[in-house]
C-alpha cells in the first residue's frame, strides 16, 4: 500500500513508487490543476499551508479541503 506522505519523498532515487506518483500527478493535473499545484508547492515545494494558498490566491480552509481532495484522489489512483 501507498501512502502520500513524506516517506515516498524521502525514499531513495530509483524507487518506483515515484513514477506510479509522477503518473498519477499528471493525471491529477488534467483533472484539476489547482489540486495538483496544491501537492506540488506543499510537498514539493516545501511550502506551508498557509504559504501555498497565499501564493494560489485562495483561502487556507479551501487549500486543506484542496489538499484532503489531491490525496484521496491520488492514493485511489495509485491504489
Known sequence: ???????????????????????ALNKLEAFDARLARTVELVYFGGLTTQEAADLLGISLVTLNKDMNLAKAWLLNEIG
Open 1 to 23: 500500500l501507498l501512502t502520500l506522505d513524506d516517506s515516498i519523498l524521502l525514499s531513495e532515487e530509483g524507487d518506483p513508487r515515484l513514477v506510479d506518483l509522477d503518473e
